[in-house]
């Protein structure tokens, strides 16, 4: 399985940007996918995941009401809607996939997550 993620890029604080991340390798529709970011010097953090046959979105308290998963099962693409963009948002985006379901309680855990993407950069300015 390979992820390539885009849609990265510079915003100011207040506006929008939608991620994208293309999976390729096996049947997609089949997987489990999340977003995680990492700023300078923190840890790796969930920010949004949705799961093969679930209905439910997953996210940090963070972005909730701000950003949107979804899944394009015929682009077989991913997509993170981010809007009302806040500087605490600037991080590099990473995308991620699992293959078998995770248990809820494992969404925000970023060991659960088997294959990742390259990252793409998100820079809010104030």
């Known amino acids: 399985v390979q992820l390539q993620a885009s849609g990265g890029g510079l915003v100011q604080a207040g506006g929008s940007l939608r991620l994208s991340c293309a999976a390729s390798?096996?049947?997609?529709?089949?997987?489990?996918l999340a977003w995680f970011r990492q700023a300078p010097g923190r840890e790796r953090e969930f920010v949004a995941a949705i799961r093969r046959g679930d209905t439910n979105t997953y996210y940090a308290d963070s972005v909730k009401g701000r950003f949107a998963i979804s899944r394009d099962m015929a682009e077989n693409t991913v997509h993170l809607q981010m809007n009302s963009l806040k500087p605490e948002d600037t991080a590099t985006y990473y995308c991620a996939l699992k293959v078998n379901r995770p248990i809820t309680s494992a969404i925000r855990n970023a060991d659960t997550w088997h294959y990742w993407g390259q990252g793409t950069l998100v820079t809010v300015s104030s």
């Open positions: 390798g096996r049947t997609y529709s089949l997987f489990n």
